[in-house]
């Protein structure tokens, strides 16, 4: 039976049972920051299990595509090298959701196993929870029972097991139970009962039936949940591998289609290879990669596109010990699309775009790989000289910021060579580099020392006013004056602190005898800081003052800011489902967007993006700002900063139904008061990561005008009408082009007239004809062409020639053929070159360099003279 067939049947027997069934959650979570990727089927649910959220139906049943690289069942270095640890899977799931419970769950999977599946009832195991004393927790016998009543199973099949192996958590806290495994005996003697649980090959878990009837409180206390759930797991590679009678995962048509593939690449089959482990991790890491890009994942240096990126480059190295040197992952992509396209449609959809990800990644790591496996190659030769065993951490660092070989990568290839590494030293030289950034950074902590600062307001403070005013009577909480600046805290406040990428307001805070000028508003924790100046001592007389925000920036910023959702919602329309905030930077003047992105974006791209948000602005769409739940938000699709810490309670902006994030900036009432909205650069900024810059409103108005007038300088000085300017401009180029060429000829139609000259010029020293000729601004290209000319007619002859070519000296050096074994052109040029401070070199019948000293040219034929 095929795996697709196998897939289909266990969600048919489900949806008979009256489940409904639910398409896989994206591998990706992106509304949920705080988790890397979906790592079991329950995943999607976890909102019904925490009474946070409710569905339609009662029972589900689906295949969720899941990513583990670390943890219990996961070990990746143990990926490819065993038959069945892998980065990527599938699980085959089950739920109930406050509706059917132990007993359905029980009888339902040993149906399906042993009447549909036809599995051999005498080598199945069942264990159940064995109860726990330090929570107080007896034997789940309801389990045990229903195992002997529900089904015709051996009863000394039926084992208890510890909490370790047989109960269920969320977390720390949340819901949690006992829970019924099934494994299978796969021993030729049926001799396996003593191995379940015992983590082998030959006897492995292939279904888990997870009753959800405890709450863990933070005490650690367990309570009955007022609903019971069923949730339920089964490893849909392993089940595979048993129904088709094969002893590894690797090895059944879930694999073997992409093993074939790479077979053909390599030009050697799987079965035939001795390298069999490499084709292995390649084929589960291509998986992994299809997978995740498909689902919005981008490789980069940060969270989880750090682990996609560890995971390509690791794929890569091993195409090494397989001979494949050029980017050869993406080509593996159709055939995984063509195998298993029809059960996750999205791979067919975005099929083109995984392939241009992982190319170009593929390329990037390329350009450092070589390299960095010479270098490692030598650190491994000094390290058997000096008879050590372990690569030192700045070796290992070395590799990891230069080469971009992850520290896993470069464990993996160590123990290859039964070497460790000094991972201790490697944190060390991490760390030196944080505070190296650390040191770097535009702001430095406002922290100020409780004792420190003058109280004149006791209690709480900071109440932010400044999303409905600009100005406001408050009081000064407490402040702070040092050296360069006063800081101040006030009760409540119109100014908005630096967060999110929008930087703080400036303005002033008036009081009885000082006037402040606010340069700056920063946040600590929850305390609003304004960092200001004053000329002389700050003693305020009254705590009263009355504060204000410079209201033409504010305006100008907050356009920006909501340009910058705009812009991130165009970003994804027109190139794709990938692109994610990875930084950004909203301020009066401008604004400054980084995103995941894994190629240039191409003018025609700026463009459609430009296009769409100057739509938008044209359409005056009102803002819906609101204060919500954050999985309400979530549920809506709010946009969420993977790694940002959010609270219980969100503010989300909605723009229509264009835009939806969570954000805490200032904004526009209506899409109309940004103006416009104009792209100034594009640029990448680090593997993977794209920058935008842009302006709006009054910028963009100026940028308009100035654009206008140098349109209308052009127009008057190439003598054409406007619309007929960009033909002018080329006309003129490729006229110059044609006079830069005649120009050419002609020089060299001067320099050769001249050539018996120059070759009668030559002086003979120790027995060798050597010429010395200085020239004025002639270009290395047609300097090496009159050098060839002399090199024609000429016997025992060496010779430079010179050319002073404003501040710069630029020499040739030739040797004539019958001279080669003597001397050589490049060893001579780069002697010379080094009098006049510059360098050079070349092959041995002539070589050019460079000269910074103008003044050396002198000395620098002396010293041509000399090498003779």
Known sequence: MTSNKIRQQFIDFFKDKQHTFVPSASVVPLDDPTLLFTNAGMNQFKDVFLAKGERSYKRAANSQKCIRVSGKHNDLEEVGHDTYHHTFFEMLGNWSFGDYYKKEAIAWAWELLTEVWKLPKERLYATVFGGDEGDGLEADTEAEKLWQEMTDIDHSHILRCSKADNFWEMGATGPCGPCSEIHIDLTPDLSGGKLVNAGVPEVIEIWNLVFIQYN????????????????????????????????????????????????????????????QIAYRVIADHIRMLTFSIADGGLPSNEGRGYVMRRILRRAARYGRKLNLHEPFLYKLVPGLVAHMGDAYPELKERMDHVIKVIRAEEEHFNRTLDRGLEIFAKIVNQLEQKNEKTIPGVDVFKLYDTFGFPVDLTALMAEEKNLAIDLEGFEKEMNSQRERAR??????????STDAWVVMNAGDDSEFVGYEYTEADSKISRYYQDENHVKVRLIKTPFYAESGGQVGDKGTIEGDGFKLNVIDTQKENDAIIHICTLDGEFN??????????NESERRRTLKNHTATHLLQAALQQVLGDHVHQSGSLVEPDRLRFDFTHFE???????TEIE??????????????????????????GAMALFGEKYGDIVRTVKVGDYSLELCGGTHVKGTG???????TTEEGIAAGVRRIEAITGPKAVEYFQNARKRVGEISQLTNS????????????????????????Q???????????GIIDSAKSINGTQVILHKLENVDMKALKDLGDKIREKVKNTVGLIASVNADKLAFVAFVSDDLLKKYKAGDLVREVAKTAGGGGGGKPHMATAGGKDVSKLDAALTRFKELI
Request: zero cysteines.
């Open 216 to 275: 863990r409180d933070k005490s650690g206390k367990l309570s009955d949940l007022p609903a019971k759930h069923v949730d339920t797991g089964a490893g849909f590679e392993r089940i595979v591998a048993v129904m088709q009678n094969k002893n590894s995962n690797y090895d059944t048509d879930v694999f073997m289609p992409i093993l074939d593939e790479i077979g053909k690449l390599v030009g050697e089959a799987y079965e035939k290879t001795k390298e």
């Open 439 to 448: 040191a770097a950074a535009k702001f430095t902590s406002q922290t100020v």
């Open 540 to 549: 305020p007389k009254s705590d009263k003052i009355f504060a204000r925000v």
């Open 600 to 606: 240039k974006v191409t003018n025609t791209e700026l």
């Open 611 to 636: 296009r769409i948000v100057n739509e938008q602005i044209q359409k005056d769409t009102h803002l819906e700002i609101s204060l919500k739940n954050i999985d309400e938000a979530k549920a809506e």
């Open 673 to 679: 008061e940004i103006g416009a909205f104009i792209i």
């Open 721 to 744: 009408p406007e619309n007929s300017i960009a033909e002018k401009v080329k006309s003129l180029i490729e006229d110059k082009k044609a006079l830069e060429k005649e120009l050419a």
């Open 746 to 756: 002609a020089k060299a139609a001067q320099l050769s007239g001249n050539l018996d």
